[in-house]
C-alpha cells in the first residue's frame, strides 16, 4: 500500500479519534470518572501518536539530500519510539491514580460512563479498522495502530465498570478499569521502545542470526572467510547487510559476490548489501585484516589448515 493511502486512511482515524476525545472529557469531568478521564488522555496520545505518524510518513518520503544519505527513514523509528515512552509515562500516572482511588473511591455516575463506554467502543472500532488497514509492517504506523487498539480495550473495561457501578454501586470498578488500561498501555510501550531501540542501536533485525548468516556465507563454494559481518535496519522493514568476504587465490571475486547476493536476497530478504570480496593471500586468511570487528567465520577446510593459536610451536 502506498503512503499515501497510509496517510489518507490515518487521517481518517485521526479525525474520529479527536471529535470524540473533547465530548470524552466533558462527560468524563461530569461523571467523575476515571476511567473516562484515563481514557480521553490516552485518546489524546492516540492523536499525538497519529499525528506523528502522519509527520515521520511524509518526511520518510523525503529523498537522500546533504549529509543525511539514507534521507529521513528513520524519523518514522523516532515516532514509534516516542508513543512507546509515551504509553510507559501513561501507565505509571494512571497505575498511581488508580492506586489513589482504590483507597479513596470518589462517587462515580455508572451510567455516564458505561453510555461513553460503548459509543468509545464504536468509535474505536472504526479507527482501528481504518489503521488497520495500513502498512502495519512499518513500525511507524504500528505505533499508532498499539495506541488505538489498547484505547478500544480501554473503552471495553470503561463500559464493564460503568455496569458494575450502576448495577451495584462498587465504585472502586472505576478505578480496576483503569488499571486494565495501564497494563495494556505498559504491555505495548514495552514492545515499542524495545523494537524501535533495537533499530537505533543496529542490531539484527527479528529472525536473522549474524552467527548463522555467516556460516552460511562461508559454505558458499570458494568463501575462505567472512569478516566486517553487519546486519541491520535502516528502518522497519527495510534491512542492510554489510561484509568482507575473502575467497580463494584464482577464483572470479565478482562471480561469487554475484551469487552472495542473491542468497542474501532471496534467503534473508536482504537485497540492500555492501560487499567487500578480495582474494585470501597466503595460508592465514586472518593476516589479511587485522582489525575485523565481531566474529570471524572461516570456512571449514580453512578452519582445519590454518594454525593454531594457542599451540606452543606458533
Given at each position: 500500500?502506498?503512503?499515501?493511502a497510509?496517510?489518507k486512511l490515518?487521517?481518517?482515524?485521526?479525525?474520529?479519534?479527536v471529535?470524540f476525545?473533547?465530548a470524552?472529557?466533558?462527560?468524563?469531568?461530569?461523571?467523575?470518572?476515571?476511567?473516562?478521564?484515563?481514557d480521553?488522555?490516552?485518546?489524546l496520545?492516540?492523536?499525538i501518536?497519529?499525528l506523528?505518524?502522519l509527520?515521520?510518513?511524509?518526511l520518510?518520503?523525503r529523498?537522500?539530500?546533504?549529509?543525511?544519505?539514507?534521507g529521513?527513514?528513520?524519523?518514522?523509528i523516532?515516532?514509534a519510539?516516542?508513543?512507546?515512552?509515551?504509553?510507559?509515562l501513561?501507565?505509571?500516572?494512571?497505575?498511581?491514580?488508580a492506586?489513589?482511588?482504590?483507597?479513596?473511591p470518589?462517587?462515580?455516575?455508572?451510567?455516564?460512563?458505561l453510555?461513553?463506554?460503548?459509543?468509545?467502543?464504536v468509535?474505536?472500532?472504526?479507527?482501528?479498522?481504518?489503521?488497520?488497514?495500513?502498512n502495519?509492517?512499518?513500525l511507524?504506523?504500528?505505533?499508532?495502530?498499539q495506541?488505538?487498539l489498547?484505547?478500544?480495550f480501554a473503552?471495553i473495561?470503561?463500559?464493564?465498570?460503568?455496569?458494575?457501578?450502576?448495577?451495584?454501586?462498587?465504585?472502586?470498578?472505576?478505578?480496576?478499569?483503569?488499571?486494565v488500561?495501564?497494563?495494556?498501555?505498559?504491555?505495548a510501550?514495552?514492545?515499542?521502545?524495545?523494537?524501535?531501540?533495537?533499530?537505533f542501536?543496529?542490531?539484527?533485525?527479528t529472525?536473522?542470526?549474524?552467527?548463522?548468516?555467516?556460516?552460511e556465507l562461508c559454505a558458499?563454494?570458494?568463501v575462505?572467510?567472512?569478516?566486517?559481518?553487519?546486519?541491520?535496519?535502516?528502518?522497519?522493514?527495510?534491512s542492510?547487510?554489510?561484509?568482507?568476504?575473502?575467497?580463494?587465490?584464482g577464483?572470479?571475486?565478482?562471480?561469487?559476490?554475484?551469487?552472495?547476493?542473491?542468497?542474501?536476497a532471496?534467503r534473508h530478504?536482504?537485497?540492500?548489501?555492501t560487499l567487500?570480496?578480495?582474494?585470501a593471500t597466503g595460508?592465514?586468511?586472518a593476516?589479511h585484516?587485522?582489525?575485523?570487528?565481531?566474529?570471524?567465520?572461516?570456512?571449514?577446510t580453512?578452519?582445519?589448515?590454518?594454525?593454531?593459536?594457542?599451540?606452543p610451536?606458533?
Amino acid at each position: 500500500m502506498s503512503s499515501e493511502a497510509d496517510r489518507k486512511l490515518l487521517s481518517g482515524a485521526l479525525a474520529l479519534i479527536v471529535g470524540f476525545m473533547a465530548a470524552e472529557i466533558i462527560v468524563g469531568i461530569a461523571a467523575g470518572s476515571l476511567a473516562l478521564i484515563t481514557d480521553a488522555a490516552h485518546m489524546l496520545t492516540d492523536a499525538i501518536a497519529i499525528l506523528l505518524a502522519l509527520i515521520a510518513i511524509r518526511l520518510a518520503a523525503r529523498p537522500p539530500a546533504g549529509g543525511y544519505t539514507y534521507g529521513f527513514k528513520r524519523v518514522e523509528i523516532l515516532s514509534a519510539q516516542a508513543n512507546g515512552i509515551t504509553l510507559l509515562l501513561l501507565a505509571a500516572y494512571f497505575v498511581f491514580e488508580a492506586i489513589n482511588r482504590m483507597i479513596h473511591p470518589p462517587d462515580v455516575k455508572g451510567g455516564l460512563v458505561l453510555i461513553t463506554g460503548l459509543v468509545g467502543i464504536v468509535v474505536n472500532l472504526l479507527a482501528t479498522w481504518l489503521i488497520s488497514k495500513a502498512n502495519r509492517s512499518s513500525l511507524n504506523v504500528e505505533g499508532a495502530f498499539q495506541h488505538i487498539l489498547n484505547d478500544l480495550f480501554a473503552f471495553i473495561a470503561t463500559a464493564i465498570a460503568g455496569l458494575v457501578i450502576l448495577l451495584t454501586g462498587f465504585a472502586r470498578a472505576d478505578a480496576i478499569a483503569a488499571l486494565v488500561v495501564a497494563a495494556l498501555m505498559l504491555k505495548a510501550g514495552i514492545s515499542l521502545v524495545r523494537d524501535s531501540g533495537r533499530i537505533f542501536l543496529e542490531a539484527a533485525p527479528t529472525g536473522i542470526d549474524p552467527q548463522a548468516l555467516g556460516a552460511e556465507l562461508c559454505a558458499v563454494e570458494g568463501v575462505v572467510e567472512v569478516h566486517d559481518l553487519h546486519v541491520w535496519e535502516i528502518t522497519s522493514g527495510e534491512s542492510a547487510a554489510s561484509a568482507h568476504i575473502l575467497v580463494a587465490e584464482g577464483l572470479d571475486c565478482h562471480q561469487i559476490r554475484i551469487k552472495i547476493e542473491a542468497l542474501l536476497a532471496d534467503r534473508h530478504q536482504l537485497t540492500h548489501s555492501t560487499l567487500q570480496v578480495d582474494h585470501a593471500t597466503g595460508d592465514d586468511p586472518a593476516a589479511h585484516c587485522s582489525d575485523a570487528h565481531g566474529t570471524v567465520h572461516r570456512s571449514i577446510t580453512t578452519a582445519a589448515r590454518a594454525p593454531d593459536p594457542a599451540s606452543p610451536n606458533h
